[in-house]
Nanobody, 115 residues
Framework: QVQLVESGGGLVQPGGSLRLSCATSTNIFNFKSMAWYRQPLGKQRELVAR???????NYGDSAKGRFSISRDRAKNTMYLQMNNLQPEDTAVYLC?????????WGQGTQVTVSS
């Protein structure tokens, strides 16, 4: 059973930083792509960042210039470094991985940006 487990969320002041982690139960390079999404309360889920097995990266408009996606092969973990966080970044952040014809999701981690 493939599992994705997010961690690293929390409460941060505007302008602060957080690093989210997504630990996988299988070799991270088995996923043809992995991504971070976020879903603010009452709103639609949106792509934050995606990285393919080959290392190609793309960011959603909200993340460009502030967020950075990466992965650690030895730890089978994907990361999202988030800098200069703003209240509009408040959301549940979820990681996702495509494996074969299936998409796997973590349970999400709450990020709240507030003073």
């Amino acid at each position: 059973q493939v599992q994705l487990v997010e961690s690293g969320g929390g409460l941060v002041q505007p302008g602060g930083s957080l690093r989210l982690s997504c630990a996988t139960s299988t070799n991270i390079f088995n996923f043809k792509s992995m991504a971070w999404y976020r879903q603010p309360l009452g709103k639609q889920r949106e792509l934050v960042a995606r990285i393919t097995a080959g290392g190609n990266i793309n960011y959603g408009d909200s993340a460009k210039g502030r967020f950075s996606i990466s992965r650690d092969r030895a730890k089978n973990t994907m990361y999202l470094q988030m800098n200069n966080l703003q209240p509009e970044d408040t959301a549940v952040y979820l990681c996702s991985g495509g494996l074969g014809s299936l998409a796997y999701w973590g349970q999400g981690t709450q990020v709240t940006v507030s003073s």
